[in-house]
């Protein structure tokens, strides 16, 4: 177990739809990473969240959102749902700081996602 | 693109030291090397990480060359429960973010 809790476990939308996929830190973790795994591939990053600002992006489109906490807990909304979305969401938490750091990332076990 | 290359699939026999290679030739000097695993459907569990020198820790043993441009993680005697996909990241020390890139992975299966 590594502290980061997901909810909820598994979801079903449909297209053109609006979802938010709810992430809790570990204790003490700042920094909130959020990923997208399709089925048979590694994880690809969404974005990143320091201390309640989004600091880091990949490739994804702005349909794709976040927020963190105060208590450093996040969420991910994506907006107008394609097929594609389709996938498994995971969360990732780890102590961070301004100047860069060493520390672990840890994972929860994932939203798994199903738009039809 | 990721920065790592790892085969895409291995056998171990149960009991048996498990050698997973990871090619990471173009790393720079602040960049660690991470190692991951993903039992099917779950989230990534982290094993171990190294900047420069060999690591042990109670899951396994990473060796790094002393060119750094290639790894092995070892798990020492494995099991049923080690059957998983293992992912070989390099990160520069800076940042996570878009710097944390997961490749395909190696997908170990472990034999009775």
């Known amino acids: 177990e590594t502290g980061v809790t997901q909810s909820p476990t598994h979801l079903i939308k449909t297209r053109g739809q609006q979802v938010t996929l709810r992430c809790s830190s570990q204790?003490?973790?700042?920094?909130v990473s959020w990923y997208q795994q399709a089925l048979g591939q590694g994880p690809q990053f969404i974005f990143q969240?320091?201390?309640?600002?989004?600091?880091g992006r990949g490739n994804f489109p702005p349909r794709f959102s976040g927020l963190q906490f105060p208590n450093y807990s996040s969420e991910l909304n994506v907006n107008a749902l394609e097929l594609d979305d389709s996938a498994l969401y995971l969360c990732?938490?780890?102590?961070?700081?301004?100047?860069?750091?060493?520390?672990?990332?840890?994972f929860g076990p994932g939203t798994r996602l199903l738009v039809l | 693109d990721a920065k790592t290359t790892q085969p895409p699939s291995m056998d171990c026999a149960e009991g048996r030291a498990a050698n997973l290679p990871c090619n990471h030739s173009?790393?720079?000097?602040?960049?660690?090397v991470y190692w991951y695993r993903q039992i099917h459907s779950q989230g990534p569990q982290y094993i171990i990480h190294?900047?420069?020198n060999n690591e042990t820790n109670e899951m396994a043993s990473l060796i790094i060359t002393e060119d750094r441009k290639s790894s092995t993680l070892i798990l020492p005697h494995a099991t049923l429960r080690d059957t998983a996909v293992y992912y070989c990241?390099?990160?520069?020390?800076?940042?996570?973010?878009?710097?944390?890139?997961f490749g395909p992975g190696t997908r170990l299966s472990v034999l009775p």
């Open positions: 990732a938490s780890r102590l961070g700081g301004a100047g860069g750091t060493q520390e672990t990332q840890y």
């Open positions: 204790s003490g973790h700042n920094t």
């Open positions: 969240y320091y201390r309640e600002e989004e600091n």
């Open positions: 173009t790393i720079s000097g602040n960049e660690y």
């Open positions: 190294g900047l420069k």
């Open positions: 990241i390099v990160r520069v020390a800076k940042n996570y973010g878009q710097n944390f890139v």
